[in-house]
């Protein structure tokens, strides 16, 4: 059973964090986890199969715990037919953007699968309990055994209070069936910032299990002496002294909810390089280098990675996009994004955005669907570095569904940066319906536009343009004009009028941050008439926000970690069980042959 254990542990594990990396690469909230209830329906199992494991060991160890370990098992499974549920029976519509809208057949077969389950379960457990063996001896609190229960009841409540408030919309439901109070519980579930409801309490699960899987490894079962307890001293040393350190130098100062949530990070920070050094240290100096019985320990060290990437890449997590000035954003009534974490993006302009300057280059659409694809253009301010994002957008301006952003971002060993779209223009408010307006200018004359003036600094006519076939009697003329705007940014144009074939053709110029187009209408010596139009539809702009995520790649290295972990842990067990099943052939043939 506990290599089977490990087994499903490591793929169910595998496939949350999938499910995470999947959500930061093609998803638009910034980040990897949002506390969805759909993301928590999948982790409340992992975490209650992780804490039966670990009862199990105590159980093969110690004979003790079976009962709980039974639990715990039986748990696991009904949780995953309760998180079907949640997800499939359409109860979580309105909380999750991952559930299903289920249909009322959908919920009672699913109701109904899980009472199949469940009933016989916790009839089977309830009176078969006092046949399971127990162990009436209390654990020594030195004990590796006795953290270890300590531990896997601290997950197992945590998995209790994820899954009670992500229930809260069926609690509404059923509190609903007896009175019309159906929201008693539902400010919980759905308030303004409900991930923070989570993350108050989480973070001292954290703090628990970072410690606990720091010196757990180091513990013996049944007892633990001195001589054991003592190697544990420079792990400890380390671990809390490099966790100073990051604390000191690292900037970590998380303070948008208080001094008090803030001071609980710091702690986690520490627990989680604590345990990531005592479990490397445990692989060198506890098991000496073997790797085939390092599972445990590199589980635990990839669960310690994972967790101060989770705290440092969240705490530290810097926006990118700030509003420095420019056409703000605006989102409309109800919208919960913060128009001063976002810029938005003139075509062919350079914005500034913290180390960076961004250019929206050019974009395109799909040729049947309302998708747009961007390549934006990143340049550190010091020259050193280019790259290029293509983050995309779909939109259903008919059925007003709102923006659908997929998100691009540029991985660095260190960090990332994470952008996606906020807003863009709508092609079907935005037509040009201005016309041009003709005024007669010499060379070096001034006009003015609504944000500027423009000067005719020179007309040239002739034969020789790239680019045009030319007859002998036709020609070309180009008016040179220079378009100073408010903010005193300067802008060189060149309108054309193509005499050919006894027509005159106008190829105007456009100043999109200006919104503004110029069009040589008539040329006569020295003399031109310039059509002037300004038009907010032929400004192409983007709204945009960007994220600096730090060190979240110590997320996925932890991830992988773990699940190595796992699996390892499952062969070495398998592996175990075999050689003692062979010599148990072994010496059952050894007295059949002695009985004979």
Same mark, same amino acid.
């Given at each position: ?72 098992? $039986? #748990?696991?499974?009904? &949780?995953? !037919?309760?998180?079907?549920? /949640?997800?499939? =029976?359409?109860?979580? +519509?309105?909380?999750? %953007? ?13 109701? $109904? #699968?899980?009472?199949? &389950?469940? !009933?016989?379960?916790?009839? /089977?457990?309830? =009176?078969?309990?006092? +046949?399971?063996?127990? %162990? ?20 197992? !409540? ?439």
């Amino acid at each position: 059973a506990l290599s089977w254990s490990l087994f499903s542990a490591g793929i169910l594990g595998l496939g949350i964090m999938m499910g995470a990396a999947w959500a930061y690469e093609s998803l638009n909230f910034g980040g990897y986890w949002a506390w969805d209830p759909v993301e928590n329906a999948s982790l409340v199992p992992w975490l209650v199969l992780v804490a039966g494991i670990h009862t199990l060991l105590i159980y093969r160890h110690t004979g003790n715990a079976l009962r709980t370990t039974n639990l715990f098992l $039986i #748990l696991c499974f009904l &949780f995953v !037919l309760y998180s079907t549920y /949640l997800t499939r =029976s359409g109860d979580l +519509q309105d909380t999750s %953007v991952h559930a299903f809208t289920g249909e009322g057949i959908t919920k009672w077969h699913l109701r $109904i #699968l899980l009472l199949i &389950f469940m !009933l016989p379960a916790f009839v /089977l457990f309830i =009176s078969r309990y006092k +046949q399971i063996p127990f %162990v009436a001896k209390e654990e020594e609190t030195s004990s590796r055994e006795f953290w270890m229960f300590v531990g896997s009841l601290i997950l197992f !409540l945590s998995a209790l209070l994820i899954i009670g408030m992500t229930s809260i919309p069926v609690f509404n439901k059923i509190v609903a069936l007896f009175s019309s109070e159906e929201s008693l519980f539902k400010p919980l579930a759905t308030g303004e910032d409900s991930a923070y409801s989570y993350n108050r309490i989480q973070i001292f699960v954290a703090i628990i299990l970072g410690a606990f899987t720091a010196f757990g490894m180091y513990l013996k079962y049944k007892a633990t002496g001195k001589k054991f307890l003592k190697s544990l001293v420079w792990p400890t040393i380390a671990g809390l002294a490099v966790g100073a350190l990051i604390l000191a130098f690292g900037n970590i100062n998380y303070d948008e909810k208080g001094l008090g949530y803030m001071a609980a990070i710091w702690i986690a920070v520490v627990a989680s390089v604590y345990s990531l050094i005592a479990n490397a240290s445990y692989i060198f100096t506890g098991i000496k280098g073997n790797l085939k019985k390092a599972g445990g320990a590199i589980a635990h060290l990839g669960f310690a990675m994972m967790l101060l990437g989770i705290l440092i890449s969240s705490s530290k997590k810097e926006v990118l996009s700030l509003y420095r000035g420019g056409i703000p954003a605006f989102f409309g009534e109800g919208s919960t994004e913060n128009p001063g974490e976002n810029v938005t993006l003139i075509q062919g302009m350079k914005t500034d955005m913290g180390q960076y300057w961004v250019t929206y280059d050019k974009d395109s659409t799909h040729p049947k669907k309302p998708l747009w694809f961007y390549n934006l253009h990143f340049e550190t301010k010091d020259g050193k570095e280019q790259f290029t994002l293509k983050p995309n957008a779909f939109v259903n301006y008919k059925g007003n569904t709102g923006l659908m952003a997929n998100p691009d971002a540029k991985h660095y060993w260190n960090y990332d940066v994470f952008t996606y779209i906020t807003s863009l223009p709508n092609p079907e408010t935005a037509k040009d319906t201005a016309s041009f307006k003709p005024i007669d200018l010499h060379v070096g004359d001034t006009t003015f536009y609504s944000n500027g003036y423009l000067v005719l600094e020179d007309i040239k006519s002739g034969r020789n343009v790239p680019g045009f076939q030319l007859g002998p009697n036709d020609s070309v003329s180009v008016a040179s004009i220079k378009v100073m705007s408010k903010n005193a940014t300067s802008y060189t144009t060149n309108a054309l009028l193509v005499n050919q074939d006894g027509g005159a053709f106008p190829y105007p110029d456009t100043v999109m941050s200006e919104s503004l187009v110029l069009q040589l209408q008539k040329v006569q010596g020295n003399e031109a008439q310039l059509g002037i139009k300004e038009s907010n539809a032929i400004l192409k702009y983007v709204t945009l926000k960007a994220y600096k995520f730090p060190f979240i790649n110590l997320v996925w290295g932890g991830t992988i970690l773990l699940i190595i972990g796992f699996f390892i842990s499952a062969v070495h067990r398998r592996e175990k069980k075999r050689i003692l099943n062979r010599e148990q052939g072994v010496k059952k043939k050894e007295v059949g042959e002695v009985a004979v």
